[in-house]
């Protein structure tokens, strides 16, 4: 990960419409059927959220947890790269049956 880097997949401020769009389905009791949120009662529930995704999607937090492999200089970026497919042509290839893993 590189200092820079943002962790979520998904951009900020879409993180809050989309816990927002989904807590109102969780709360048409309270607020009734069909019923929408004011701007101000949507805004109050998206501040917290993307304040939340901000703080944990700052590589640090996610190094510090111990969620990758750590921050990378991006002056060593060649070396760290390199070391990696050094290291993994280390071992032999396998044959394997299944296709490509994306993530």
Known sequence: MLPNEHSPAVPQNDHGSYCVSHSSKGDQKKHGEGKQFSSAEEASLKEPII??????GNPYYS????????IIDPVDTRLVLGLSISAALNAPIQKTEFGIFRM
């Open 51 to 56: 304040k939340r995704f901000e703080e944990e």
């Open 63 to 70: 190094s510090a947890r111990l969620w990758d492999d750590g």
